[in-house]
């Protein structure tokens, strides 16, 4: 079983930075535990989005609203994926989940309790 802790979300205006960190509590990308990390996010009346994924080779997929913008990183040593944003939008607020995925062909899923990101203009 995999724990997922998030942390970093709060109040910024358009235009500031916000860095999201999302603890393990196993090695990230533990070999047959996790494959991909990501981050979604869900805004309200909206359906959960994938913002940014990064993989076990380090392999980066961003959705386009963000790309440019938005930047995931993953700290071993620490257990941790991090989303750094920046130039932020009143459109990025949302509740932002960390996921880890493990391997094929379960591919379980695990998540995150989400933190809060509001950007106000």
């Known amino acids: 079983q995999v724990q997922l802790v998030e942390s970093g979300g709060g109040l910024v205006q358009a235009g500031g930075s916000l860095r999201l960190s999302c603890a393990a509590s196993?090695?990230?990308?533990?070999?047959?535990?996790?494959?991909?990390m990501g981050w979604y996010r869900q805004a309200p009346g909206k359906q959960r989005e994938l913002v940014a994924a990064?993989?076990?080779?380090?392999?980066?997929n961003y959705a386009s609203s963000v790309k440019g913008r938005f930047t995931i990183s993953r700290d071993n040593a620490r257990s941790t994926v991090y989303l750094q944003m920046n130039s932020l939008k009143p459109e990025d607020t949302a509740v932002y989940y960390c996921?880890?995925?493990?391997?094929?062909?379960?591919?379980?899923?695990?998540w995150g309790q989400g933190t809060q990101v509001t950007v106000s203009s």
């Open positions: 990064i993989t076990s080779h380090d392999i980066t």
């Open positions: 196993v090695s990230i990308f533990s070999i047959n535990v996790i494959n991909v």
């Open positions: 996921n880890a995925e493990g391997p094929p062909p379960a591919m379980t899923s695990y």
